[in-house]
């Protein structure tokens, strides 16, 4: 079924005024992926134009895509896409700032606290006595990563956990959105072993102090870089500061394309959305972005690596995850974030004029509106 664009308008309008307890039927439910299929297929339509147009774009075993030195591809990526995954390391539930992208937007002061002394690995918290046993028993991961929430609010106490990690000759990365950064304690992160830090370069609006930092993490530590979801925001600031941030000598840009949550979805409301997979919903002009900007970066011959962390890229790092952890074939935990699908947030792409499905059926017999049999 390939509903057409006024058919799909109709039906969300009444999906989007029913209560919470409604259930769907299944016809409605055919309708509603119909509609999902037909602004998937355009958005990919717009994107595969995108990338014929990047002259020498280049892939990561059909994974994920990028521009520029493969050399400087983030190893923390490699790890996640080919490797035994993201293994994410947790300590501190706090941040300095509040990003409207923030997954945790509005909860900031509610996240509950790891624990006193304590580590979360793998969803278990462990002392980091018992980091000698953990590694002990399981096999080594190719990589682990630093998250949750801003790890400088406390870094002093990450520098032993590093080091452990770092004698056992694991490739470690860690998240920041470096205002709190300093040339002490970043010398500090590259002297315990971190091998990659990533600066979230937009939570700052590219401000000066963190391109400075990011230059200084460059004394310090081998792999550095930016990983930033691409808004209009973070876009337009970098190519105010470009040839400032390129001279800091970075290896690589990971352009994260945003997905919304429960969290942060109402700081986009009234944007184009589309939903990947019926998994992340995200913002239609996200990943346009990001292809643009790779596309700038290759024809001006950027010596780093700039990669496409796109909903594509993520529904590869869910299957490589879980094909290394043995599961059945298939298996993935790849999924939306919404217990229940928002429809009201589907209504602007569907009343934009300038946005076409790339072809229309009428709908069958028993799907149109007042056929159909509650």
């Known amino acids: 079924m390939k509903i057409s664009k006024k058919d799909a308008l109709m039906w969300f309008e009444f999906f989007s005024i029913l209560s919470e307890d409604e259930e769907i039927m299944v016809k409605q439910q055919e309708i509603i992926y119909s509609t999902f299929a037909q602004i998937e297929a355009a958005i990919d339509h717009r994107n595969d134009t995108l990338m014929s147009e990047i002259k020498s774009l280049k892939t990561l075993e059909n994974r994920t895509i990028y521009v520029g030195n493969e050399s400087k591809f983030p190893k923390g990526c490699s790890s996640c896409l080919l490797g035994s995954g993201l293994s994410a390391i947790r300590k501190t539930n706090k941040c300095n700032i509040e990003c409207k992208f923030c997954y945790n937007y509005g909860g900031l002061d509610d996240i509950p606290p790891v624990g006193e002394g304590m580590w979360e ?31 400088f609010m406390e870094i002093e106490k990450y520098y032993s956990v590093i080091k452990k990690f770092s004698d056992a000759g694991i490739h470690q990365h860690l998240y920041t959105n470096g205002t709190l950064a300093t040339e002490e304690t ?53 190519f105010k500061k470009k040839e400032k941030i390129l001279a800091t000598k970075l290896d690589f840009i990971n352009c994260a394309e945003l997905h919304l949550n429960e969290n942060n979805i ?102 149109k509106a007042g056929e159909m049999i509650f």
């Open 121 to 151: 690995i793998g969803g278990t918290k462990f002392y980091e006595k018992d980091i000698d046993l953990l590694l002990s028993i399981y096999q080594k991961p190719t990589g682990i990563s630093y998250v949750y929430l801003e790890p």
């Open 186 to 238: 970043l010398k500090a992160l590259g002297e315990a072993g971190l091998n990659e830090i990533r600066f979230n370069l937009g939570a700052a609006n590219c401000s000066d102090k963190v391109i400075k930092n990011i230059a200084i993490a460059k004394k310090y530590i081998k792999n550095v870089g930016i990983e930033t979801p691409m808004t209009p925001e973070f876009f337009q600031a970098f």
């Open 266 to 367: 109402d700081n986009y409301r009234g944007e184009n959305m589309y939903i990947s997979r019926h998994g992340y919903i995200s913002p239609t002009w996200s990943r346009e972005l990001t292809l643009k900007f790779m596309k700038i970066a290759d024809e001006e011959n950027w010596d780093i690596a700039v990669h496409d962390c796109s909903n594509h890229t993520k529904f590869a790092r869910s299957l490589n995850l879980s094909s290394k952890e043995g599961k059945w074939f298939g298996a993935s935990n790849y999924a939306c974030e919404f217990s229940k699908i928002p429809y009201q947030v589907f209504l602007p792409i569907l009343r934009d004029e300038n946005f076409k499905f790339l072809s229309e059926e009428e709908l069958p017999d028993g799907y």
